[in-house]
C-alpha cells in the first residue's frame, strides 16, 4: 500500500462487530473516518455454512443495528429468533423460566452468527462515501497533539484527525500505545463453543445450565426446517476439564455433553469442530483520555454466561456516536476534547462495572458446591421465577430495554 496523508473526524481502530457498529452510526451523522483493521473483513457467501460463534443480539442492540439499516442485512442471511429462557441447577430442583409473551414482545432477541453481524455491517458501510478503508494494516505509533491527534502506520500512511477510537478488542493496541492499564482477571475457565445437533427440536428456547464446572447454554438456531434443532455451544468449565474434554473424541465429547446438558434435548452430536476460548474479565483503568476513546472488548471483557459483552460493546458506540453527535452539532466542541469524551465514558462506567460485578458473583455462587450456597441460590432463582415484576425487571435489562438505554438503542 503507498504511503498517503489522509485527514478524517475519527480513525477507528478495529473493524470488529463493535468498531463497525460505531463506524455505520458516524458515517450516518456524515461524519468523515477511517478504519484500519489488521485483517480484511470476509465476504458472506451464497449456502455460507453456519459459524458456531454467535451473539445473543438483544433487542436493544437489534435496534442499533435498523437505525443503520444492517439489520435487514443481518435477517436476509440468518438470524434466529428465541422466544423463552429457560435457566435451570444441578443441584437442586429451581429453575426460571423467560417467555418473551410476558413482556408482550415477539421475543427476547437473536441468536446471530458473528460473522453474519460483522459482514453485514461491513456490506452497508461499504455503500458510504466518506468513509476510507485501510484492511490490512498495522498501527505504529499513536501521537495525540492539542488539537488533533496522528496515527501512523507500518505502510508510513499516517492518519490526522479529531479523535482515535480503540475498538481493537481484548488484546487493544490503542490501549496499550495510549499508556491506558488495564486489570485482567483469568476465571481459570476456558470456553468451549461448537455447533451440535439435538435429538429434540430446541422449540426457539436458550437453555442454560448452571454446573458446578461451569455453565452450559445451547443457544438455538433456526436452520430453516421445521424441526430446528441446531443449536451453537457455550460450554464454560475449568482449565483442567477443558483440557480433558478436548482430548475425547467427537463422540465421547458429545457423550460429555449430552450428560451435561441433562439431556433436555435427547441425544447431542457435534456438527463443528470444538473451539476453545480462555475466560477472562477485563477493565481498562479508564475509557477516555484527551484524543482517544475506547469501545467493547477494548474497555471492557466480560465472562459470556449472560452473553452481554458484545452487547455492552453495541450500547458503548450507540453513546459515543450519540455524544459525538451532540457535541458537534448543539454544543459546538471539540469531538476529541477530554470533556466531551467524559460525557461518554460518565455514560458507561457504571452500567459496564455492574455488570462486571454481577458476572463474577453468578460465577462464585453457581460454581460453589456449599449445601448453604446451593440452598441460597435455589431459593433465589424460585424468588425470581415467582415474582412477576423482579422477573420482569431482570428481562428487560438482559434484553437492552432499559429506561436509561441510550437514543440509538430506542
Ligand atoms: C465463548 C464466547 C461467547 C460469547 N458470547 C457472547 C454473546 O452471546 N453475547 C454477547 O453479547 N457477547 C458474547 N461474547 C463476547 C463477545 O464475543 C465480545 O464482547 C465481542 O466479540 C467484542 O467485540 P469487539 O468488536 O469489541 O472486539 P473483537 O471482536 O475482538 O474485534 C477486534 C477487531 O480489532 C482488530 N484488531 C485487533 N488488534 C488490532 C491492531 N493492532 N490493529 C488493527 N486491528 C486490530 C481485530 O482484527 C478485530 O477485527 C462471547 C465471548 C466469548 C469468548
Known amino acids: 500500500m503507498a504511503a498517503k496523508n489522509i485527514t478524517v473526524d475519527i480513525v477507528i481502530v478495529g473493524a470488529g462487530m463493535v468498531g463497525l457498529t460505531l463506524a455505520n452510526l458516524l458515517a450516518k451523522q456524515g461524519k468523515a473516518i477511517a478504519i484500519v483493521d489488521r485483517s480484511e473483513v470476509a465476504a458472506f457467501k451464497d449456502h455460507q455454512q453456519i459459524e458456531s460463534r454467535v451473539t445473543a443480539v438483544s433487542p436493544g442492540s437489534q435496534a442499533i443495528f435498523e437505525h443503520v439499516n444492517a439489520w435487514s442485512a443481518m435477517q436476509a442471511k440468518r438470524v434466529s429468533a428465541f422466544q423463552h429462557m429457560h435457566v435451570w441447577d444441578e443441584k437442586g430442583d429451581s429453575q426460571i423460566h423467560f417467555n418473551a409473551n410476558d413482556l408482550g414482545r415477539d421475543n427476547l432477541g437473536h441468536?446471530?452468527?458473528?460473522?453474519?453481524?460483522?459482514?453485514?455491517?461491513?456490506?452497508?458501510?461499504?455503500?458510504?462515501?466518506?468513509?476510507?478503508?485501510?484492511?490490512?494494516?498495522?498501527?505504529?505509533?499513536?501521537?495525540?497533539?492539542?488539537?488533533?491527534?496522528?496515527?501512523?502506520?507500518?505502510?508510513?500512511?499516517?492518519?490526522?484527525?479529531?479523535?482515535?477510537?480503540?475498538?481493537?478488542?481484548?488484546?487493544?493496541?490503542?490501549?496499550?500505545?495510549?499508556?491506558?492499564?488495564?486489570?485482567?482477571?483469568?476465571?481459570?475457565?476456558?470456553?468451549?463453543?461448537?455447533?451440535?445437533?439435538?435429538?429434540?427440536?430446541?422449540n426457539n428456547t436458550a437453555w442454560q445450565r448452571f454446573l458446578s464446572t461451569g455453565p452450559l447454554a445451547l443457544l438455538p438456531i433456526n436452520n430453516g426446517q421445521e424441526d430446528n434443532n441446531v443449536c451453537s455451544i457455550v460450554w464454560s468449565v475449568s482449565d483442567d476439564y477443558a483440557d480433558e474434554l478436548m482430548k475425547l473424541n467427537e463422540y465421547e465429547f458429545a457423550d460429555a455433553l449430552t450428560q451435561a446438558s441433562e439431556m433436555q434435548l435427547g441425544n447431542i452430536t457435534l456438527k463443528s469442530k470444538c473451539a476453545a476460548f480462555p475466560l477472562i474479565s477485563g477493565q481498562a483503568e479508564r475509557m477516555v483520555q484527551a484524543r482517544i476513546a475506547l469501545v467493547g472488548d477494548a474497555a471492557h471483557a466480560l465472562h459470556p454466561l449472560a452473553g452481554q459483552g458484545a452487547n455492552l460493546g453495541f450500547t458503548d458506540a450507540a453513546v459515543l456516536a450519540d455524544v459525538l453527535q451532540r457535541s458537534s452539532t448543539e454544543w459546538e466542541r471539540d469531538i476529541g476534547s477530554l470533556k466531551v469524551l467524559?460525557?461518554?465514558?460518565?455514560?458507561?462506567?457504571?452500567?459496564?462495572?455492574?455488570?462486571?460485578?454481577?458476572?463474577?458473583?453468578?460465577?462464585?455462587?453457581?460454581?460453589?458446591?456449599?449445601?448453604?450456597?446451593?440452598?441460597?441460590?435455589?431459593?433465589?432463582?424460585?424468588?425470581?421465577?415467582?415474582?412477576?415484576?423482579?422477573k420482569k425487571f431482570f428481562m428487560k435489562h438482559a434484553m437492552g430495554l432499559s429506561k436509561s438505554r441510550p437514543g440509538y438503542a430506542r
Open 342 to 390: 467524559r460525557k461518554y465514558e460518565r455514560a458507561r462506567v457504571g452500567e459496564t462495572k455492574i455488570m462486571q460485578s454481577a458476572m463474577d458473583a453468578f460465577v462464585t455462587a453457581f460454581g460453589s458446591s456449599s449445601g448453604a450456597m446451593v440452598s441460597a441460590r435455589n431459593a433465589a432463582l424460585r424468588t425470581a421465577d415467582s415474582i412477576q415484576p423482579v
Open 111 to 202: 441468536i446471530v452468527e458473528n460473522f453474519v453481524i460483522q459482514s453485514s455491517l461491513h456490506e452497508v458501510l461499504q455503500q458510504q462515501d466518506k468513509v476510507e478503508w485501510l484492511l490490512p494494516e498495522h498501527i505504529n505509533k499513536v501521537i495525540a497533539f492539542q488539537d488533533h491527534a496522528e496515527v501512523e502506520l507500518d505502510s508510513g500512511t499516517v492518519l490526522s484527525a479529531k479523535l482515535v477510537v480503540g475498538a481493537d478488542g481484548g488484546r487493544s493496541t490503542i490501549r496499550n500505545l495510549a499508556e491506558i492499564s488495564y486489570t485482567e482477571k483469568s476465571y481459570q475457565q476456558t470456553g468451549l463453543v461448537a455447533l451440535v445437533e439435538s435429538e429434540h427440536a430446541h
